[in-house]
């Protein structure tokens, strides 16, 4: 298959793009680095599978010749990157999603949206199944990427039922490993960082609030298999483990051998109690779980980390 997927040099897309091209398809890549990395993508560069397209989707998107699927992965996907750019980040859930989706439409090819957990806000059903419609502030400082990835999914939901595409849509919990940025943002690779440096780990609010983490080749294999064999529906795809933040900085404290602190700041505004993924439709349709245990997930990210901080990419915050 010939594969497109925007957001290529993101930390998800660009093991997308290598997932895609170990099964032998030839994968297009497309992305504007607002938030994604060239140095994420160079190991591809001179691959004769592989071809980059500097474009910002919320543009119209030409790509010549036939496309067999599209992979929508554009769009910052920190609190500090949607919050950094929030007109940036609704034009790319609205207008970049459309324009995606017109391409697929035009080209007759599979279309897989990639969503959120943060399309349940703060839930208060838990763990939270597909069928559940969540609790989102629309006006709230994280309704940015909230309602951009809600409308997003109504807006592939009408391609599918109006123009007949044949469409996916992911709904991505925590997902953490090699190729994150440092201090982008999320909780796993700032809480590494700040332990490799030997700096206080923040966390805000009382630490009871939990997640659930997903190492990144799980969530891509999970993400290959809803591309390939999934339904319309929404499918969530994530690690059902469920852990506090306290939890989670004393796996990363331990693995990493640090003595830094812990410090507490208050809760951001909208900051979800919880948040842990029913998979039971993925693992019944897609024959899909998760195996990476977090101790385990958190050491490869942490020396992904250690050989960053090694070469001066980790400067003091």
């Not at 199944?129 to 592939?156: I, Q």
């Not at 998979?279 to 960053?308: D, H, M, N, S």
Request: aromatic share 10%.
């Amino acid at each position: 298959m010939r594969i497109l997927i925007t957001g290529a040099a993101g930390f998800l897309g660009s093991h997308l793009c290598d997932r895609f091209l170990a099964e032998g398809h030839e994968v297009i890549g497309m992305d504007n680095f607002i938030t994604g990395r060239a140095q994420n993508l160079a190991h591809l560069m001179g691959n004769e599978r592989f071809r980059f397209v500097r474009h910002d989707v919320s543009q119209y998107i030409f790509v010549d010749g036939p496309v067999d699927g599209v992979l929508h992965f554009a769009s910052p996907a920190s609190p500090v990157d949607y919050l950094t750019f929030p007109i940036q980040t609704l034009k790319v859930g609205s207008l970049g999603t459309h324009n995606a989706l017109g391409l697929a439409k035009a080209k007759g090819a599979r279309f897989l949206l990639a969503s959120t957990s943060e399309v349940y806000g703060d839930p208060m059903v838990h763990p939270q199944p597909e069928s559940y419609w969540g609790h989102v502030n629309p006006v709230g400082p994280r309704g940015v990427y909230d309602e951009a990835k809600r409308f997003a999914e109504a807006m592939t939901m009408a391609y599918h039922r109006t123009h007949g595409v044949d469409t996916r849509i992911l709904r991505i919990f925590n997902t953490y490993g090699p190729r994150m940025r440092p201090r982008d943002g999320r909780v796993v690779s700032n809480f590494i960082v700040q332990a490799l440096r030997g700096d206080p780990i923040t966390i805000f609010g009382s630490g009871e609030q939990t997640r659930s983490f997903c190492y990144c080749l799980d969530e891509v294999e999970g993400i290959f298999r809803l591309f390939m064999h999934g339904d319309h529906e929404p499918t969530n795809i994530g690690n059902p483990d469920e852990f506090t933040m306290k939890e989670l900085a004393e796996v990363v404290l331990r693995v990493t051998g640090s003595s830094s602190e812990l410090v507490y700041k208050p809760l951001p505004e909208d900051d979800p109690k919880q948040r842990r993924p029913d998979i039971t439709k993925a693992r019944t349709q897609l024959g899909w779980e998760p195996t990476v245990k977090l101790e385990e997930g958190v050491g490869r990210t942490a020396e992904y980390f250690r050989a960053e901080l090694e070469r001066g990419a980790l400067a003091p915050a």
